[in-house]
């Protein structure tokens, strides 16, 4: 199962003109204005790949992201106009803002480490003193990061200096802002159904050819969002527990235990036909508590050519 996986894509669609190969998906931009975005079984931690793809994983992300543009497109206009494969959305192209709108309930994860460290200030936001890992936040903070190149580390960056620099302007970033703060607050009701806690996660907007901000790329799933479990939450909480959570956390614990941060002269552990299926299992688990509903596996005999053949009958359907 594990040598199925959708490691990479190379398709030629009618009125392509360019392809974007990013750390998990592969943007193919055609005429008039159209982005397949296809989603590869491909798994990242501390922005670096792993070199092992984990089975039904691209489709588990598109499906979850999918389903949740269509859950919040009343609240925010999105980039979405089909689901043609189990892997790929269809959308409108946009010009990419250049920062990530990172928006956190509770002291978890970098947010956490960044406060055991000392430090009181994330992005200009202040933090709480006497707070422990895992608290909820007073109300949740927006902590943007500068969008990286491939191969390079997204940075934590303030709203000051992001209109400081002008990578957004005011009126723009309001929007953002808005957006931001109402999609968390239906992310927090969706997960809250299914007896999860959205705890931080991030979003990604652009702008059409019209100039309208719309919502981009993935929207609530576990490589950009983190669950915990709400049922027992403050029992652990009160016993200095850790949380039980659902998100990609658990692989990059992984490798901090197997001494790898992406850090330079790091080498990335040997993932095994265990650990790879393992892993498949925790992104089904994901799956269906986040939605709420069984997974169905795909047919993954011939991914590729699944793919090719799905997007482009959607597109001969548009002609």
């Not at 949380?243 to 614990?253: I, M, N, P, T, Y």
């Not at 235990?257 to 688990?285: C, H, W």
């Amino acid at each position: 199962m594990a040598d199925n996986t959708l490691m990479s894509t190379d398709f030629h669609f009618a009125g392509q003109q360019s392809v974007y190969r990013g750390k998990v998906r592969e943007v193919y931009k055609l005429e008039n204005d159209l982005l397949v975005m296809v989603a590869t079984d491909r798994i990242s931690a501390f922005d670096v790949v792993m070199p092992r793809g984990i089975p039904y994983k691209g489709q588990i992300l598109n499906q979850i992201a999918t389903h949740m543009m269509k859950a919040t497109e009343d609240l925010v206009p999105n980039w979405l106009m089909a689901t043609p494969d189990p892997n790929v959305a269809i959308g409108k192209a946009c010009e990419p803002f250049k920062v990530e709108m990172v928006i956190r309930g509770y002291l978890s994860g970098h947010a956490a480490r960044e406060y055991k460290a000392g430090k009181r200030m994330l992005c200009g936001v202040p933090m709480p003193e006497g707070m422990k890992e895992n608290d909820k936040f007073p109300k949740p903070i927006i902590t943007p990061a500068t969008k990286a190149d491939k191969g390079d580390h997204d940075e934590d960056i303030s709203r000051e200096d992001i209109l400081r620099k002008g990578i957004v302007s005011n009126d723009d970033y309001e929007v953002l802002e808005k957006y931001t703060k109402a999609l968390f607050q239906r992310g927090t009701e969706i997960a809250a159904k299914h007896g999860l806690i959205l705890v931080d996660t991030k979003y990604e907007f652009g702008k059409t050819a019209e100039g309208e901000i719309v919502l981009i790329d993935e929207i609530h799933t576990p490589d950009s969002s983190r669950y915990f479990y709400a049922d027992g939450y403050q029992e652990r909480q009160d016993h200095g527990e850790p949380q039980k959570q659902l998100s990609k956390e658990f692989v990059r614990q992984w490798l901090i235990s197997n001494n790898f941060q992406g850090l330079e002269g790091q080498t990335v552990p040997k993932m095994d036909d265990a650990y790879v299926a393992s892993v498949s299992e925790r992104y089904i688990e994901l799956y269906e508590s986040i939605l709420g509903e069984p997974f169905q596996k795909e047919d993954i005999a011939n991914i590729h050519e699944r793919i090719g053949q799905n997007v482009s009958d959607y597109l001969k359907s548009l002609s």
